[in-house]
């Protein structure tokens, strides 16, 4: 099979939308992370 033919099996399966779904859910993942990591280790600042 070529490459196109794997492409549009690919597309035919619904694989890209599935993809995307769990690549979206990865970065949103890995941004709460982040944020949690920021809040959680910021230097204490004492007003004088």
Known sequence: MN???L???FCRTGLPAAW???S???Q???A???ET???AFQPRV???
């Open 20 to 22: 995307l779904a769990m």
């Open 28 to 30: 949103e993942e890995e």
């Open 24 to 26: 979206g859910q990865r």
């Open 3 to 5: 490459e196109r033919g």
């Open 7 to 9: 492409w549009e099996l």
């Open 32 to 34: 709460q992370r982040e």
């Open 37 to 39: 990591v920021r809040t």
């Open 46 to 48: 004492e007003k004088v």
